[in-house]
């Protein structure tokens, strides 16, 4: 696959959208949240993963919103408590049909909120209520945790799907680790992400995950052991969203190369049905192949 490098003056652009993205906010808002009430959760089986309520954690500002849309055929409930002590009085949906909603926004004191379905009582999700300036210490820890980490992202060709990698650095003897995410155009995570990721070092296969499905848009891979600390070749193809049926656009390719230890840059490149992949860098580099 070939790649071409887009001009300079997009390469600074991508540098500076690229460090402002990694760089923390000491004070992001949570004003709002959403929850999918997943397909099949009527039946037990979601609770071994918390994919019942999707995502099964929210976290919101005092006198946040939270809204569960019921995305399964059945009827279910949203009700504070938990099966085992029953409703605490916080909030209850009551029973609300497929296809319909249910909001929350009268959670006003800090706290963790348990939830569960009176049906299905499987069935469980929290809501953390927080106030936003309380997560610049968790905010410097995770970019802690990033340090030494390559990120891209990624743009398909009709702009409605974010691609967004993370990988470790190549090291002799270990697996190199790859994180992936799926998001629409406002930034919110894909569920039921289909796709088929692989990774080549020296022309020898290191990763060969084909027809990956991720639930909650997010997925994560290792390579095998690396031969040596040379660049990893990496294509995610994305594939289409849903599990039964379908949708989405198919066969769209990102193809990046991790390269170790070559200081921070930027770059914007163009593939097939890609109109842009912007990396950044801490302490790794994101090059195209040409």
Not at 84 to 102: C, E, I, R, Y
Request: with cysteine; net charge negative; aromatic share 6%.
């Amino acid at each position: 696959m070939k790649t071409i490098a887009i001009s300079s003056i997009f390469v600074l652009f991508a540098l500076v959208v690229g460090i402002a993205a990694t760089a923390p906010t000491a004070f992001a808002d949570h004003a709002t949240a959403s929850v999918s009430i997943a397909s099949g959760s009527s039946v037990p089986g979601c609770e071994e993963t918390k994919e019942c309520y999707i995502p099964y954690q929210v976290t919101i500002d005092p006198g946040g919103e939270v809204t569960w849309s019921n995305d399964d055929s059945a009827a279910h409930t949203v009700t504070s408590g938990t099966a085992k002590d029953g409703p605490d009085g916080h909030f209850d949906s009551s029973l609300f049909m497929a296809g319909t909603t249910f909001s929350v926004n009268t959670l006003d004191e800090e706290g963790t909120y348990p939830y569960f379905c009176m049906v299905h009582p499987w069935m469980t999700g929290e809501v953390i209520v927080a106030e936003a300036a309380m997560e610049e210490e968790e905010q410097m820890e995770e970019m802690e945790k990033m340090e030494g980490k390559t990120e891209i992202m990624g743009m398909i060709a009709d702009g409605s799907i974010m691609i967004e990698l993370s990988t470790g650095t190549p090291t002799t003897g270990e697996g190199l680790s790859i994180e992936v995410e799926f998001t629409d155009a406002d930034g919110n995570v894909i569920q039921h992400a289909n796709y088929d990721i692989t990774a080549t070092q020296n022309g020898e296969s290191v990763l060969d995950d084909m027809g990956a499905h991720e639930h909650m848009g997010q997925g994560s891979h290792m390579t095998a052991p690396l031969s040596s600390d040379d660049p990893v070749d990496v294509t995610v193809t994305f594939q289409g969203i849903g599990v039964d049926t379908i949708t989405g656009p198919q066969g769209e390719v990102v193809e990046f190369t991790v390269v170790p230890e070559f200081g921070t840059i930027a770059v914007m490149i163009l593939g097939i049905a890609i109109v842009s992949i912007i990396a950044v860098t801490a302490k790794t580099r994101v090059i195209p192949k040409l």
